[in-house]
Nanobody
Framework: VQLQASGGGLVQPGGSLRLSCAVS????????RSWYRQAPGLQRELVAS???????NYADSVKGRFSISRSKDGSTVFLQMNDLKPEDTAVYYC?????????WGQGTQVTVSS
């Protein structure tokens, strides 16, 4: 299983981006779908996750600004990011979990700067 993350880029503070993470092949059943990010010099941190049928979790720093969702068939997970701040600058990674196995995407750079 390969994950293809896309949608990153350069955006001004207050702007929006939508990240996508597409799964290369079936099956699309995953117990957890998550987005992480890693800024230079910092540890990778959990940004948002969908657990099972739909329980959503968000890091306190992104609550009210970011929204995680999935496509109907489960093949893609999205991260809608609004009101972006310079501190959101990082490489964003998707992670999908099936049982004991974790699958990571390659990362997509998000830079928030004026």
């Amino acid at each position: 299983v390969q994950l293809q993350a896309s949608g990153g880029g350069l955006v001004q503070p207050g702007g929006s981006l939508r990240l996508s993470c597409a799964v290369s092949r079936r099956p699309f059943n995953f117990s957890v779908r998550s987005w992480y990010r890693q800024a230079p010099g910092l540890q990778r941190e959990l940004v948002a996750s969908i657990i099972g049928g739909g329980t959503l979790n968000y890091a306190d720093s992104v609550k009210g600004r970011f929204s995680i969702s999935r496509s109907k068939d489960g093949s893609t997970v999205f991260l809608q990011m609004n009101d972006l701040k310079p501190e959101d600058t990082a490489v964003y990674y998707c992670k999908l979990t099936r049982g004991p196995v974790e699958y990571w995407g390659q990362g997509t750079q998000v830079t928030v700067s004026s």
